[in-house]
Nanobody, 117 residues
Framework: QVQLVESGGGLVQPGGSLRLSCAAS????????MNWYRQAPGKERELVAT????????NYADSVKGRFTISRDNAKNMVYLQMNSLKPEDTAVYYC??????????WGQGTQVTVSS
């Protein structure tokens, strides 16, 4: 079965960096687009970054553009989110997600990122 497991969250000071990882299994990872989402307390879950399967084209939310980088390693079935210049407003639970046919979404359990001094 499809399984996504995030790791790498934690407490970091403003201006700091974290690298989130998502380990995927149970499907042909290299052929699917992968996403990172986040959800802050009291807010809707929002799309943060996307990376396509074939060309590895990336897209980012305006709020993280220039600070976050999504990448993938198809040999290891891993997707990453490098987060630099972190701000308190980046505090949220971060999830990785993929969608498989017909339109079934699979989510990890999430990893908490807290940006605070």
């Amino acid at each position: 079965q499809v399984q996504l497991v995030e790791s790498g969250g934690g407490l970091v000071q403003p201006g700091g960096s974290l690298r989130l990882s998502c380990a995927a299994s149970g499907f042909t990872f290299s052929t699917y687009t992968m996403n990172w989402y986040r959800q802050a307390p009291g807010k809707e879950r929002e799309l943060v970054a996307t990376i396509t399967s074939s060309s590895g084209t990336t897209n980012y939310a305006d709020s993280v553009k220039g600070r976050f980088t999504i990448s993938r390693d198809n040999a290891k079935n891993m997707v990453y989110l490098q987060m630099n210049s972190l701000k308190p407003e980046d505090t949220a639970v971060y999830y990785c997600k993929t969608r498989r046919p017909p339109r079934t979404d699979y989510w990890g359990q999430g990893t908490q990122v807290t940006v605070s001094s």
